[in-house]
């Protein structure tokens, strides 16, 4: 019963929380009605006996977690600036959380299925906004600079969505890998796909997210390597490569082409971000051990490179946030993801390498999802960011699922024996 009412809660706090509700409804604003949902999970996930010990007592990744929330606190007093990491320690928390909701409420297959629908829905919802506004209104939301104090408009979300540019690229490329992969289950599923697809690829163009292209590229490698027919997909990828560059504005083909020619008028930003990261780490190096504070990398750049910019490099943001200790328990946890999907393929390659079912579907598209995000945040902060916690969750989830179903089918065997 409290895992079926936790679960309801965790539906309705990841729609609010990706729709904005609070800032779309002014009532649920002054109410806090996120912070409520959170309280309120908090309390299920602990009540949550059976399955809260599966969690807490099986799972490398969530002693990580907890070890990098404890190490948060304990550093308090050595870092530069532990007022800003009690300031900032709420939103953090608002991310880790996705962790402890996924693998404490979603405990059976067909809670997961729900789940990733109303997830896949709520972000694209998130990126058709702002592409509608931009086609009927002319709305961008964010633009870049250029040469000669020229800039290029870049799509944002929308007006009550935060997400950046860069950010609005990472949620398409979310939804690509399981929108492909779920084609394959049934007519909806594939209507759906090649609905949405254009759209989605369109949007992405529009962000001018050079990051993005280059996950997009990490996401199409994924699903090429994972394809039986290679040749046709490879061919059908290049057919939409260049149909995208046919209809893309100049200035968005120079935005891209400046990822590796220096004669683009972007490319001064471009250099200026692998600048930024030699000058992340070098800041690092001022407080090597604990680091400058959870949340800080803002502030420890302006006050001591003169850039007013967020790291762009999620392990250099760990080191200037968190320091040597930090970056190493945050690189424990993503290893202990990769060996949560290594043994999901070594012990249950049976159940999920059976074609054409959701579990099978679900794991190639959280495969390309783990790579494509390990080489995004080398070109984006993450921190504070949900991503990498709700896709921790998932694989924990996903190798539950696994577990149960072998046992099942073990004594299904036996009892025909």
Same mark, same amino acid.
């Given at each position: 019963m409290i895992n079926t009412v936790g679960y309801i809660f965790y539906l309705l706090f990841t729609t609010s929380w990706f729709l904005h509700f609070t800032s779309r409804i002014q009532f649920l604003g002054t109410i806090r009605f996120d912070l409520i949902l959170v309280i309120l999970l908090l309390v299920l996930t602990i009540a949550n006996g059976e399955n809260s010990n599966y969690v807490f007592k099986r799972q490398k990744a969530t002693l990580y977690i907890l070890i990098l929330i404890a190490y948060v606190f304990i550093s308090i007093p050595f870092v530069e600036w532990p007022g800003s990491v009690l300031i900032n320690f709420q939103e953090w928390l608002k991310a880790v959380i996705f962790f402890f909701f996924t693998v404490s409420f979603i405990t059976t297959e067909k809670k997961l299925i729900i789940f990733l629908y109303v997830l896949l829905l709520m972000q694209t919802i998130r990126v058709l906004e702002p592409l509608y506004l931009n086609i009927t209104q002319g709305y961008w939301g964010s633009y870049a600079s250029m040469r000669d104090w020229e800039y290029m408009q870049r799509l944002a979300g929308a007006p009550h969505d935060?997400?950046? &540019?860069?950010? =609005?690229?990472?949620?398409?490329?979310?939804?690509?890998?399981?929108?492909? @992969?779920?084609?394959?289950?049934?007519?909806?599923?594939?209507?759906?796909?090649?609905?949405?697809?254009?759209?989605?690829?369109?949007?992405?163009?529009?962000?001018?997210?050079?990051?993005?292209?280059?996950?997009?590229?990490?996401?199409?490698?994924? /699903?090429?390597?994972?394809?039986?027919?290679?040749?046709?997909?490879?061919?059908?990828?290049?057919?939409?490569?260049?149909?995208?560059?046919?209809?893309?504005?100049?200035?968005?083909?120079?935005?891209?082409?400046?990822?590796?020619?220096?004669?683009?008028? @972007?490319?001064?930003?471009?250099?200026?971000? /692998?600048?930024? %990261?030699?000058?992340? %780490?070098? #800041?690092? =190096?001022?407080? &090597?051990?604990?680091?400058?504070?959870?949340?800080?990398?803002? *502030?420890?750049?302006?006050?001591?490179?003169?850039?007013?910019?967020?790291?762009?490099? #999620?392990?250099? *943001?760990?080191?200037?946030?968190?320091?040597?200790?930090?970056?190493?328990?945050?690189?424990?946890?993503?290893?202990?993801?990769?060996?949560?999907?290594?043994?999901?393929?070594?012990?249950?390659?049976?159940?999920?390498?059976?074609?054409?079912?959701?579990? +099978?579907?679900?794991?190639?598209?959280?495969?390309?999802?783990?790579?494509? +995000?390990?080489?995004?945040?080398?070109?984006?902060?993450? #921190?504070?960011?949900?991503?990498?916690?709700?896709?921790?969750?998932?694989?924990?989830?996903?190798?539950?699922?696994? *577990?149960?179903?072998?046992?099942?089918?073990?004594?299904i065997d036996e009892s025909i024996k």
């Open positions: 935060y997400v950046n &540019p860069n950010g =609005l690229a990472f949620i398409i490329l979310i939804i690509i890998p399981y929108l492909y @992969h779920l084609k394959d289950l049934n007519i909806a599923n594939l209507l759906l796909f090649i609905m949405l697809s254009p759209a989605l690829i369109y949007a992405l163009t529009l962000t001018g997210s050079r990051s993005g292209l280059i996950g997009l590229f990490v996401v199409l490698f994924g /699903i090429l390597l994972q394809s039986k027919r290679k040749a046709a997909v490879a061919v059908i990828m290049l057919i939409v490569i260049i149909i995208v560059i046919y209809k893309m504005p100049d200035s968005m083909i120079d935005r891209y082409i400046s990822i590796f020619d220096s004669s683009s008028s @972007h490319a001064a930003t471009a250099d200026g971000r /692998i600048n930024g %990261i030699k000058e992340d %780490i070098e #800041l690092s =190096l001022r407080r &090597p051990i604990f680091g400058h504070g959870l949340g800080t990398s803002l *502030e420890a750049n302006s006050n001591y490179t003169g850039r007013y910019l967020l790291s762009h490099n #999620l392990y250099a *943001e760990l080191a200037i946030e968190l320091g040597l200790f930090g970056l190493v328990i945050y690189i424990l946890y993503l290893k202990a993801i990769y060996n949560n999907i290594k043994n999901i393929r070594t012990k249950y390659s049976n159940i999920i390498y059976q074609r054409k079912t959701f579990i +099978n579907s679900f794991y190639k598209a959280t495969v390309i999802l783990f790579y494509m +995000n390990l080489i995004f945040s080398m070109m984006s902060y993450g #921190l504070s960011g949900y991503e990498w916690y709700l896709l921790g969750g998932m694989t924990i989830v996903l190798h539950r699922i696994c *577990e149960e179903k072998k046992l099942k089918c073990q004594v």
